[in-house]
């Protein structure tokens, strides 16, 4: 009988996962896992509904990323209806999803990549937190990032409604379209979000890269997969957030697929694994090989890097250099690198902020035509945007009123589970040998998941305060030999 | 307490979708009933730093949640201060704690409720999304909608002094 370390939070938290590392005879891990609990029974939840409803409801579902998930809905309503929204309504779209996409990436990097990054993975742990790179940064940049996030936030409620709740997106097209003022206050905010994009990148520049050893571990082979990687594109392969096609490149970055989202079923399908609520996708094209990565396995991967990895170019110009120059850095394209990821999210920001210039300046962008009133029948609607965390896909199908009969979300996490997977794996095989594991070490599993930053369950909120973790160390009869506390 | 605007932020988490989980806001909702102009009432869903931006302002804060710990009976009301609410070690970003919310808010010299009190209801099923509320958690509700509205006297009247629960 083999070992087991359970990583285990003893009260509800969002992200509650629980990483399990069992040890083998020798004391070295056998296999990692991270078991996610996820929301259950959307499917039944959504049947009967009105189909126009989704986007509200379903920027419900994620405290998260409710405009990744009204948007994804508003798109699939358009499909639904065979509704083509005019160009106004579009571009409307893009420059609030544009806004949303550097909000979230910045609370990201500042918040999460931060501990890890700009104080570093081996910090002590009273230190690895925001104040801790509040301590590294300065204040000021502390203030700058609430006041920057105030802004962007302040205009998303301007455009959307609500940030938290868009009402905002409808078929056809948008509730109400741009004011001179809103365009005027989006351009303002538009050259901000660029300045504070190229100030991220330059945080991480001086205090990442500056530093061998944070180069050395992110390029270390414990947090390395040559797996596939999936994006949404424009037409001329560079990368967009709010809408195209999806490329999927092969690990040696060639062009392996290029689809129309809605023929996702033909070529994503998913695996089930007993210990696991979550479905790991994989490509169908390839199949599921299990918990491996190479050409000949089907595990892809979604989210900053992979979108990097999948375009042939970013969409704007900064944001092109940013990104030539992580792969000159990092040894050319595609990265395999799991850490990586903190710096394609600085490189996705200021691309989405460089996409808002553009956008706000446009001179459709406040024409009054932002509607075309849906006269067809319902039958299916699949609508997909880049949400922050990876493609996100909403599919629905419905009878001729527009009641849902059939529907199904696959979920950014859903898409890198297996890539995820791995990632605990192999870091807990590269770091753990025998089961005297201290708190650092666990961190350097933790961070092989944390950069894809999971949204586990889109269950997205927690008592604020009180989550410990245990890890059990349990011995080769199941009776406890250690156990670590880590509730501060 | 800035000019004109309310001191007293009533807190309820959740997602209210998502079965026992929509209890922290179906609270909100019942106080936002009973309560004044001095008490500002939200509802979110958001959680960890991102509630910094909530809580900025305030001079005191009364949160509602929902809780799975497993060790006490479905609906059984924790009360607690910010003092027993433990700080945060957590894998993911969204997670933070109140305490550490307060310390940055501090450094950044943002205005942060002193004085917070935490509700948590323990709960059956917060993960399925249209399931309807568990019996002992919506019996719950009033009880947890009086003892919030009872802290909010108490707070008006200054009969229970801050300085037990500041941190």
């Not at chain 1, 285990?8 to 609990?37: C, K, M, S």
């Not at chain 1, 210990?275 to 190479?294: E, H």
């Not at chain 1, 909403?394 to 527009?402: L, N, R, V």
């Not at chain 2, 009880?143 to 500041?166: G, I, K, N, S, Y």
Request: proline share 6%; charged share 25%.
């Amino acid at each position: 009988m083999s070992s087991q370390i359970l990583i285990d939070p003893i009260t509800r938290l969002e992200g509650h996962g629980r990483i399990h590392i069992f040890l083998n005879d020798g004391g070295d891990v056998d296999r990692a896992y991270l078991q996610i609990p996820e929301l259950r029974g959307f499917e039944r939840f959504a049947q009967g509904r009105r189909a126009e409803d989704m986007p509200q409801i379903t920027s419900r579902i994620c405290g998260v990323c409710p405009m990744a998930h009204h948007m994804a809905g508003t798109k699939a309503l358009d499909d639904l209806y065979h509704v083509d929204p005019p160009p106004a309504a579009k571009k409307v779209r893009e420059l609030v999803y544009d806004a949303f996409m550097v909000e979230d990436h910045a609370l990201h990097f500042f918040y999460l990549g931060g501990p890890d990054f700009v104080v570093g993975p081996t910090a002590p742990k009273a230190e690895r937190n925001i104040l801790g790179v509040l301590g590294k940064v300065g204040l000021e940049v502390g203030k700058e990032v609430i006041g920057f996030r105030k802004e962007i936030r302040g205009l998303i409620s301007e455009a959307s409604g609500k940030v938290i709740h868009p009402v905002f997106g409808l078929p056809g097209g948008v509730s109400k379209p741009f004011t001179p003022e809103l365009r005027d206050g989006f351009a303002a905010g538009a050259a901000h979000a660029v300045e504070f994009s190229r100030f991220a990148l330059q945080i991480f520049r001086d205090v990442v890269l500056a530093n061998p050893d944070y180069v050395e571990l992110i390029t270390s082979e414990a947090y390395t997969h040559r797996t596939y990687y999936m994006g949404l594109m424009d037409e001329q392969n560079r990368t967009n957030f709010y809408d195209g096609h999806l490329r999927v490149v092969d690990p040696d970055g060639k062009e392996f697929l290029s689809f129309d989202p809605k023929d996702y079923l033909d070529h994503v399908a998913e695996h089930v694994e007993p210990w696991s609520y979550l479905k790991f996708a994989y490509l169908k094209d390839i199949g599921w090989k299990g918990f491996t990565d190479g050409p000949d396995s089907g595990v892809f991967a979604v989210a900053p890097l992979a979108r990097l990895n999948a375009a042939d170019a970013m969409s704007t110009p900064l944001a092109q250099e940013a990104a030539e120059e992580m792969f000159a850095t990092l040894g050319g394209k595609p990265v395999h690198h799991t850490l990586a990821t903190h710096w394609a999210r600085l490189v996705e920001m200021l691309n989405a902020a460089e996409r808002m210039v553009e956008l706000a300046a446009d001179p459709e962008i406040a024409s009054s035509e932002v509607r075309t009133i849906p006269t067809e029948t319902p039958t299916v609607g699949i609508g997909v945007v880049e949400a922050p965390r990876g493609t996100l896909i909403h599919h629905y199908e419905t009878d001729e009123q527009g009641l849902i009969t059939q529907a199904n979300l696959i979920v950014a996490t859903q898409n890198n589970a297996a890539r995820i997977a791995l990632s605990v794996d192999k870091a807990a095989k590269a770091l753990v040998h025998g089961p005297e594991v201290d708190e650092g070490l666990l961190n350097e599993v933790e961070m092989a998941f944390r950069a894809y930053d999971p949204c586990f369950g889109c269950a997205t909120h927690s008592l604020p305060g009180e989550m410990p973790l245990i890890v059990e160390i349990k011995g080769p009869d199941g009776e406890l030999v250690r156990e670590i506390r880590r509730d501060g | 307490m800035m000019e004109g605007r309310p001191c007293c932020l009533v807190l309820g988490l959740g997602n209210e979708l998502a079965g026992d989980d929509a209890v922290g806001l179906l609270v909100a909702r019942e106080v936002r009933h009973i309560t004044d102009a001095d008490v500002e009432v939200v509802e979110s869903s958001a959680s960890g730093l991102a509630l910094i931006e909530i809580f900025a302002g305030y001079e005191r804060a009364i949160v509602v949640d929902s809780i799975l710990t497993g060790h006490d009976p479905p609906g059984t009301i924790r009360e607690m201060g910010m003092d027993e609410v433990g700080r945060v070690v957590a894998p993911s970003v969204h997670q933070a704690g109140l305490p550490e919310l307060a310390a940055v808010a501090e450094r950044l010299g943002l205005t942060f409720p002193t004085c917070t009190r935490v509700f948590a209801v323990e709960v059956v099923d917060p993960f399925t999304l249209g399931a309807p509320l568990s019996a002992p958690v919506a019996a719950a509700i009033p009880e947890l909608t009086h003892r919030v509205r009872d802290l909010l006297v108490c707070w008006a009247l200054q009969e229970e002094p801050c300085t037990t629960t500041m941190r």
